[in-house]
């Protein structure tokens, strides 16, 4: 293709995954990362919880300080109503990695994407499409922003897969889960003034399942909280509520161990993300092409309920790096074995999880899953 700008490596998806990646790689590599979007998305990202595990990954990254100091909250013990009616107690003092952090999820993406451009790698948004071709050891992308070309391209583009899609690769993506969030302020819709309230204290994560399926509500920076229930999206319960706020939250607060923190909030929009399991099977990657890789949740996106697809991204990212940098020829089978195994024992512990709750044996949600 005349023209064509030549890359070590293309990333198409700057979410933590491809900004992560693309950090890795530079300064050795010339890094190209192509993102759909123009601008950061308005609507306020969900997936918040990280382990005190991606503290190493996000050393790695030399943004630990950066990150540190940017006032994300740590977060405290995790209390579910789970297997049986009691809540049980996990202390995040018993995670010898640490106990994380609830992020503020949009200064998070921030940090990375200033991390990234400051490393040297040349992001390009607004990219919609790319035409792909793989000729003589190279991929060449052809683009409304221009040509390019590289040995390497890296789907990092979300659980969409779309770029693995493009190439032709299956996927597995056949749990309807769907999470229906809403982000709630410590305050009070009073006469349209909204009365900010002191900072709950709460630093606890709450899991409750119920017949429909499971909540979740963390606290956030700056006082806001977000609630979540995870359903099938072809529950009829899952319309309703999506339109009435009120009702969400008058739901929600059936449950004593939710209605504990969920006092006083103003009731706020409900937003509906897809939110089941979805993969690549590793083998598949081979079948793209030579030099083909992916990574984030475009290799395997999580179930919320593992509170892993953030970890994740950047591990999966760090292990990319490690691949391409020693030759992707000879290193692709070890990245390969290494997927798979995270995604077996993700499998194995999911299945385990939504086992549990028996007492909703004859609920579809939990039928579905059992
Ligand atoms: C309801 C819900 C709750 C969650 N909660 C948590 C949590 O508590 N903790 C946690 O760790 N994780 C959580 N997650 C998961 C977490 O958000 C993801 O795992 C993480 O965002 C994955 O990062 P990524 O970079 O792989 O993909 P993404 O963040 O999805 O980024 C993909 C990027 O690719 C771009 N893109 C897509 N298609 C194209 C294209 N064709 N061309 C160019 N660019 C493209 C997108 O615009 C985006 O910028 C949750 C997810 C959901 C759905």
């Known amino acids: ?27 050795q590599r010339r890094v190209l990362v192509l993102e ?12 918040e919880s990280l382990p005190g595990a991606a503290a190493v990954l996000l050393q790695r990254l030399e943004l630990l300080a950066t990150f540190q100091d940017a006032g994300h909250r740590e977060r405290g013990a995790a209390v579910s109503v789970w297997d049986g009616d009691s809540p049980v107690w996990r202390d995040a003092i018993r995670d010898p990695a640490g106990p994380g952090w609830y992020l503020d999820r949009r200064g998070f993406e921030q940090m990375l994407r200033r991390r990234a ?59 309807p889960l769907l999470c229906l969030y809403s982000f709630l302020n410590q305050g009070i819709l009073d006469q349209g003034f909204l009365d900010q309230a002191p900072e709950s204290q709460d630093r606890t994560m709450r899991i409750q399942a119920d017949a429909h399926g499971w909540w979740y509500t963390v606290p956030l920076p700056q006082g806001q909280r977000v609630l979540a229930y995870h ?97 992707l020829h000879q290193s692709l089978g070890a990245y390969q074995q290494e997927m798979r195994a995270v995604t077996q024992r993700y499998l194995w512990h999911l299945k385990a999880s939504y086992q549990g709750p028996r007492r909703f044996g004859q609920a579809a949600f939990w039928q579905r899953r059992q």
Not at 124 to 139: P, S
């Open 117 to 175: 451009l400051d490393a040297g790698v040349t992001l390009r948004e607004g990219c919609k499409q790319a035409d792909l071709r793989h000729r003589q050891g190279q991929w060449h992308l052809d683009t409304a922003l221009g040509p390019f070309r590289a040995p390497v391209l890296v789907d990092a583009t979300g659980r969409s897969g779309h770029l693995g899609r493009q190439l032709g690769l299956r996927r597995r993506a056949d749990d």
């Open 231 to 327: 359903m099938d999206g072809d529950d009829p319960l899952c319309r309703r509520l999506l339109r009435r706020p009120e009702a969400f939250l008058a739901r929600a607060r059936d449950h004593a161990l939710l209605a504990e923190v969920l006092e006083g909030l103003a009731p706020a929009r409900i937003r509906g993300r897809p939110a089941g399991t979805s993969l690549l099977e590793v083998e598949q990657l081979t079948k793209a092409g030579p030099g083909f890789l992916a990574i984030g949740d475009a290799l395997l996106a999580f179930d919320p309920l593992a509170s892993q697809g953030l970890f994740h991204a950047l591990a999966s990212a760090t292990s990319a790096a490690k691949a391409i940098e020693s030759g």
């Open 36 to 47: 759909r979007r123009a601008r950061p998305a308005t609507a306020p990202p969900i997936g």
């Open 1 to 27: 293709m005349a023209g064509e700008r030549p890359f070590d490596v293309v990333i198409v998806g700057a979410g933590p995954a491809g900004l992560a990646l693309g950090t890795l790689l530079r300064p």
